[in-house]
């Protein structure tokens, strides 16, 4: 009896030695080519982004091509990210292809492996992959996506930055912390410039409301300008409701923002770290921004890990299939067009996130819930059927 104790403890310690072989064997497979995979990608669309930006400098001959290789090479991690989920999904289905056709998968489930089982490695280098991503790449990615959009507004766009969004007119909401209880001051310029550093504007209109939203005071004034943590209206004059105008001259509003800050919000989120996001969103909330599209992108990238690992699945439910039943080609394609489909839900709830129609939650989350569905369900026909 102890002797066949002795056999069983045997072959379960070589049937786990075996297990932990084998997993880090296809987590090896899987990780190198992925990370092919995204580099080909990565390196593909930062040619077709290069071949952009030669044209467009093509009419400026004092542009050096230096100056659009450095742009295209900071756009490289921004690209990078992009395409993850692309190279996680073809990576996983040329491995598990491979590994499927050398017929090394087919025999690991013939020893009693579960797809289940050598999935959970590659699932996991997947998870880090997109969490890597997430914390280090993606704060890399936005200082130099910043950067790039600094030289590319300064030698390639003929418009005044950012801050020319709607004709160089601005409107915010804000918090009037001058008001006891605190309301609500809504500031509108109809001309706003920089100018030495400084954020001019010109025909400013400011409507000061209680904590009820009702009128208070309405403040005109020719020009003023953004100071240190307070708006500065020159020449302004007050018309309370059912009173005549009263030139007052200048008018101090204590605000939150910066020029940098002002500037940040008009420009693309993928400018603002990750780490960054939360509390620019709540800074935005606070003087009167939109923080839809902030918050979209927060929620993509706190997504992302996630996806990473949704697409991993996906590429394992595709080509994991025996060759000898016929059908390989149609089923990578099947794959490929799957993850294609993904892209395009993902778009299209990006687009009804940015125009409010969803919440920014849901839009980021959805796409990556149901490719999570679309693998589990493969995988458990794969396994079970």
């Not at 395409?83 to 998968?105: D, H, M, N, Q």
């Not at 400084?198 to 009820?212: F, M, T």
């Not at 990238?301 to 990473?308: E, F, M, S």
């Not at 993902?346 to 999570?372: C, M, N, R, V, Y």
Request: glycine residues 10%; hydrophobic residues 50%.
């Amino acid at each position: 009896m102890s002797m066949h104790l002795t056999r069983g403890s045997a072959r379960s310690s070589f049937g786990g030695g075996v297990s932990v072989t084998l997993s880090i064997y296809i987590a090896r497979q899987f990780t190198f080519s992925v990370l092919a995979m995204i580099a080909a990608f990565t390196g593909m669309v930062s040619l077709f982004d290069t071949i952009d930006l030669l044209r467009r400098v093509a009419t400026r001959p004092n542009v050096p091509t230096s100056l659009v290789m450095e742009i295209a090479g900071l756009h490289v991690p921004y690209y990078m990210i992009m395409i993850l989920p692309f190279g996680v999904l073809i990576g996983g289905i040329v491995c598990f292809w491979r590994l499927t056709r050398t017929s090394e998968l087919i025999v690991a489930r013939a020893a009693g492996i579960s797809a289940w089982q050598f999935l959970a490695a590659p699932l996991a280098c997947a998870l880090l992959i997109g969490g890597v991503t997430t914390a280090a790449i993606s704060p890399l990615s936005s200082s130099m996506y910043r950067q790039a959009e600094t030289l590319d507004e300064i030698y390639l766009r003929t418009g005044g930055g950012p801050l020319t969004l709607n004709g160089g007119a601005l409107w915010l909401r804000q918090v009037d912390h001058s008001l006891v209880p605190h309301g609500v001051a809504i500031l509108h310029a109809s001309n706003v410039h920089m100018d030495g550093g400084v954020l001019q504007l010109g025909g400013v209109s400011v409507y000061r409301l209680d904590d009820h939203d009702d009128l208070l005071v309405r403040i005109e004034a020719p020009h003023g300008h953004l100071g240190h943590h307070e708006w500065v209206l020159d020449a302004a004059s007050t018309i309370r409701p059912d009173h005549l105008p009263v030139t007052v001259g200048d008018i101090t509003l204590p605000t939150d923002l910066t020029v940098d800050r002002v500037q940040e919000s008009f420009a693309s989120p993928d400018t603002l770290s990750v780490w960054m996001l939360p509390g620019f969103i709540s800074l935005l909330d606070r003087s009167g921004f939109s923080s839809i599209r902030h918050r979209l992108h927060f929620q993509s990238l706190l997504a992302l890990p996630i996806l990473a690992g949704t697409m991993a699945l996906v590429s394992a439910g595709f080509s994991m299939r025996p060759t000898r039943r016929g059908g390989v080609a149609r089923m990578i394609g099947s794959g490929v067009s799957a993850g294609f489909l993904l892209f395009m839900v993902s778009k299209i709830a990006e687009q009804f996130g940015d125009s409010g129609a969803l919440p920014p939650i849901l839009a980021a989350w959805a796409p990556t819930g149901a490719g999570l569905c679309l693998a589990v369900a493969l995988l458990l026909h794969l396994e079970d059927g």
